[in-house]
Nanobody
């Protein structure tokens, strides 16, 4: 089982940047793919980006391609989401989640609020 804690959210102006962190605990962290998701008020949770256990494969939602970058440091049990060129529509609670091999994302963190002002 992996436990996840997000951090790094905050208030930023449009065009600015933030880096979110997802800290994982548990010896099996290395076996898990990690994903970032977000949920805006009144909307369903949506996929943002994910990274394979080795970091060799990354996937992005179309609306963040070229602006967001996901990375991981397995030595530190950390996954990052670098967010550049932020837009007001990026305002949401951002969650990280872990997916063991062959399974769907679960083990959700508590989320971190990102607010982008226009």
């Amino acid at each position: 089982q992996v436990q996840l804690v997000e951090s790094g959210g905050g208030l930023v102006q449009a065009g600015g940047s933030l880096r979110l962190s997802c800290a994982a605990s548990g010896r099996t962290f290395l076996n898990y793919a990690i994903g970032w998701f977000r949920q805006a008020p009144g909307k369903e949770r949506e996929f943002v980006a994910s990274i394979s256990w080795s970091g060799s494969s990354t996937y992005y939602a179309n609306f963040v391609k070229g602006r967001f970058t996901i990375s991981r440091d397995n030595a530190k049990n950390l996954v990052y989401l670098q967010m550049n060129s932020l837009k007001p529509e990026d305002t949401a609670v951002y969650y990280c989640a872990a997916a063991p091999p062959g399974a769907e994302f679960g083990s959700w963190g508590q989320g971190t609020q990102v607010t982008v002002s226009s």
